[in-house]
């Protein structure tokens, strides 16, 4: 590793020290209690990172010879490179009857410690904040003097500091720098160890072979992971105070809990112990929460409309009572003429999802996504604040350690004026490039599937109606659209596994800067798919199915297949069962997986664990403790748990859950109270996920919610541009307020004019029948079609004008920034441009160094070089690469 000069020229402090120095500051203990066993044997050095490894002790389970030997030269060579860099560790070994575990402790010692915090800048405190926090709903309730159901007072409130990033040669002018054992919070030492076992190589540079996280792909590790701070349940029999409770205890008990479903998420907790990507998730998920309530009562006064519409609606009346005075066509080749009446049930139905309350629905949705998108930015702003990342992207994001390593060339950074590997940007565009067009070919496979199940409802509907069954040929539409359905899920389920998997191989290969940009990238090749695979089959029943039939005698086909018609009910009722099936059962089937899976998934990981003893096996003893002994090290007990993939999952189904209640909420005024009720249960069983059932996952900082935002905003386009066609074209709001208005307002007669004659040469008997549609019995357009196309053009071209401008009038009066956290923002840039002002020198070697930055690139003579720091002392840590490895 280079080595970086002295900097003993900047000696100012940023910001003017007023407040004596906290020397509480650090670990969330103010000192290592007796009774912290996340220790190595001499009860004092802190446990930072475990490493864990299963070796079988059964030939017959043996890896082969060849593969064994390379794990184990991999495992030492790495450990060894660890062992340079001044890393302590310790190795605990458990003997069991067939397999032998190897758990090996480590620990960053202080010199360790300060160098990589400089390194991947991270903030430590220089003064207590002492401004409180509140959130809007809190300050709206007491403004109104209601008593607030949802506050609770959650012990060992982590306190606000102003910060800044850390500087070794100022270290005495933090805040708790006379004590080195709890200067580093436990967080931040897992952030510089997960940094360090990152950027160690443990073979050859040229194959990637570098990072714990390849270790433990290739299984020379079984695990990596920090610990959790003790367990999340108090011991049987004792009751602590609040006070006395540890974080993750505190965050069991306020907040993962069942009883908690109505209380405010405790998030700077989650943030002191998660980080501030994970905060920033339940952040978001309790707001997106909140912000769906007033859009479910609606949606529920909405559908209680319809109700009563089942009851008063005159259309519904003239079917249910039109008896036999409607003989309508067949719905197939093969199938028989029905009678208008025999729909009754069914109309009704429709109308529950199809009234005059789906129009003031949709346009109360747009605007709801528009101002949800705009308060949750000044949310987002006062929380990325108040935990010191508002600039993190900009200004203190690091390359990834991948990248790092595999990067060909490097080039000075011309802000930081930092050597820093470098990719070309055109070998990127071209892998992109490649990228895009597997992406295109997934959807052009999904679209295939989309065909595949319109063709598979077509045949059902015919193998039923050539059955003997009068139930199963008048259910026959029914059946098939609700089979159909289910079968899209299964496909959709499938697909998305294959996909996700393609997207992070593809991800990788493109070489990526830094981890935002390597998680935006996936995610929006994933989006992408996802989107068509989730919405591509709503979108046909809403757009396109019926649309192009044709008329009887002249029908339209597809593959020799006559062109599938809407269920006699209409359209818009099969996109209310396609929506109910899709949206609730993807999301029952989620809260089932999220529920029972992990749980048994942590049952079969204790069992590999800790495998039955059967009589013939021998008791093994290690250190005086058998494998029979109840009580574990904490580092066995995290190793049971499960490992924490990430929060893309996550993410990912409310995203997906968004567009379904905006996109298409004109057909399912009740999809927000879904989305509601799903969202309450989703809240509590991932907080249980990552305090229960997860291994504690390394702490990473973000400046929002990432890509995801503007997949929100574009959802939010694309739902307004949906609801006005869907409104338009797919429900009859249009044709009986045209009807009404030329009729005086009366809809008596409206069924019949809806309704077209056959031409009477249609079939042999010349039977005359009737069919949906605008035409004469020529099977021309008659001039209300027209009008009605008219009609409902200008309907979406004033809909989509009338919502953009509310909501562009909303994104202007709502600032993105509230301007209390502004004028921190601009406090805190005059002080630190006050303190280094006065640093005359500083200023001079600033400047020098400016002008002396070039953006050339140049060809890395020496990859180990190019992938670590600029020189320092001669006290630093020694490097981790291997100075005898020839060029890339």
């Not at 060579?77 to 062992?83: D, G, K, M, V, Y």
């Not at 192009?548 to 020799?560: D, I, K, M, W």
């Not at 809240?683 to 997949?711: H, N, S, T």
Request: proline share 5%; with cysteine; net charge negative.
């Amino acid at each position: 590793m280079m080595k970086r000069g002295k900097q003993s020229e900047d000696v100012t402090s940023l910001i003017t020290m007023t407040d004596p120095a906290d020397h509480n500051y650090g670990s969330m203990d103010t000192e290592v209690s007796s009774m912290d066993r996340n220790v190595f044997s001499d009860g004092i050095t802190p446990i930072d990172f475990v490493l864990v490894w299963e070796e079988s002790l059964a030939s017959h389970d043996k890896p082969s010879p060849t593969t064994q030997d390379s794990h184990i030269q991999w495992r030492e060579e790495f450990l060894a490179r660890l062992q340079t860099c001044n890393i302590k560790q310790e190795k605990r070994e458990v003997l069991q009857a067939k397999k032998k575990i190897t758990y090996v402790l480590l620990s960053a010692p202080w010199e360790v410690l300060c160098y990589y915090a400089e390194e991947i800048s991270l903030r430590v405190p220089l003064q207590v904040v002492t401004t409180p926090n509140y959130n809007w709903s809190e300050i709206m309730l007491k403004k109104a003097k209601i008593p607030n159901i949802m506050r609770q007072d959650v012990p060992n409130m982590p306190p606000d500091y102003y910060t800044c990033q850390f500087r070794t040669n100022k270290v005495e002018r933090f805040l708790g720098s006379n004590n080195k054992e709890t200067f580093f919070k436990t967080t931040q030492r897992h952030q510089v160890m997960y940094e360090i076992l990152s950027r160690t190589p443990y073979g050859s540079l040229e194959r990637g072979h570098v990072g714990i996280d390849r270790l433990v792909t290739e299984h020379v590790f079984t695990a990596a992971y920090p610990l959790h701070e003790g367990p999340f349940e108090n011991p049987e029999g004792v009751s602590l105070p609040p006070q006395s409770l540890s974080m993750r205890q505190i965050l069991h008990k306020y907040w993962a809990a069942w009883s908690c479903w109505r209380k405010y998420q405790p998030l700077d907790h989650i943030r002191e112990y998660y980080g501030e990507k994970i905060a920033l998730y339940f952040a978001w998920l309790g707001f997106y929460t909140g912000w769906l309530l007033p859009a479910a009562v609606v949606g529920t006064l909405v559908f209680l409309f319809g109700i009563w519409q089942t009851v008063t609606d005159t259309p519904a009346q003239e079917i249910c009572h039109s008896g036999n005075e409607f003989l309508m066509c067949p719905l197939c080749n093969i199938c028989s003429y029905w009678n208008l009446s025999s729909i009754c049930g069914t109309f009704k139905a429709g109308l529950l999802f199809d009234n005059g309350g789906t129009v003031f629905f949709s346009i109360f949705m747009a605007l709801w996504a528009v101002t949800f998108l705009e308060y949750w930015k000044r949310t987002n702003a006062v929380l990325t604040h108040r935990w010191d990342c508002s600039e993190f992207e900009e200004l203190e994001e690091r390359p990834r350690p991948e990248f790092t390593a595999l990067a060909p060339m490097t080039m000075r950074n011309p802000v930081t004026g930092a050597e820093e590997p470098y990719f070309p940007n055109n070998r990127r565009f071209h892998r992109t490039l490649t990228s895009s067009m597997v992406i295109v070919i997934m959807v052009a496979i999904v679209l295939m599937f989309v065909i595949a199940i319109i063709l598979y409802r077509v045949i059902l509907s015919i193998i039923i109606y050539k059955s003997n069954s009068t139930f199963l040929i008048f259910s026959a539409g029914r059946i098939a659209s609700l089979s159909g359905s289910v079968l899209n899920l299964l496909v959709i389920l499938m697909l998305s596994r294959v996909y996700i998997y393609l997207a992070h191989f593809l991800t990788r290969w493109e070489m990526h800067r830094t981890q935002t940009k390597y998680e935006d990238m996936f995610i929006l090749k994933v989006f992408v798919f996802q989107f068509v695979n989730f919405y591509s089959s709503p979108i046909y029943i809403s757009f396109f199915k019926g649309r192009f039939v044709g008329f009887p005698g002249n029908y339209y086909t597809l593959l020799g297949i006559r062109n599938e018609d809407c269920g006699a009910g209409g359209c818009l009722i099969e996109l209310a069962q396609e929506l109910l099936v899709i949206m609730v059962g993807k999301q029952l089937i989620n809260n089932i997986q999220e529920f029972i899976i992990p749980k048994i998934k942590a049952w079969w990981q204790r069992r590999k664990i800790h495998p039955k003893v059967t009589a013939e096996d021998e008791e093994v003893e290690v250190k005086g403790k058998t494998h029979e002994e109840e009580k574990l090290d904490p580092w066995e007990t995290d190793y049971e748990l499960l490992l924490c993939e990430g929060l893309f999952d996550e993410y990912l189904e409310m995203v997906l859950q968004f567009g379904f209640i905006t996109i298409f909420v004109a057909a399912c005024p009740l999809a927000p109270l879904f989305a509601l009720i799903n969202n309450w249960v989703e809240v509590r069983l991932d907080a249980q996920k990552f305090v229960c059932q997860y291994r504690r996952p390394v702490v990473e900082q973000a400046q929002d919610i990432g890509i995801w935002m503007d997949i929100l905003q574009v959802i939010t386009h694309v739902a307004v541009i949906s609801n006005a066609f869907l409104i338009a074209f797919t429900t009859d709001f249009l044709p009986r307020l045209y009807y009404s208005y030329n009729n005086d307002g009366n809809l008596e007669g409206y069924v019949n004019f809806t309704l077209a004659t056959s031409p009477s040469n249609y079939n042999a008997n010349h039977t005359q029948c009737r069919y949906r549609g605008f035409r004469d019995q020529h099977g021309h357009y008659l001039p209300e079609y027209f009008h009605l196309l008219a009609c409902r053009l200008a309907f979406v071209i004033i809909f989509e004008h009338v919502v953009f401008f509310i909501g562009r009038f909303i994104d202007l009066m709502v600032p993105d920034i509230p301007e209390e956290v502004e004028i921190k923002i601009k406090r805190e840039h005059y002080m630190a441009k006050e303190a280094l002002a006065e640093n005359q020198a500083l200023t001079k070697v600033f400047v020098l160094e400016e002008n002396n930055m070039s953006a050339e690139l140049r060809r890395r003579a020496n990859v180990d070089t190019a992938t670590t720091s600029p020189p320092r002392d001669s006290g630093s840590p020694p490097s981790l690469q291997n100075p005898d490895r020839p060029p890339l």
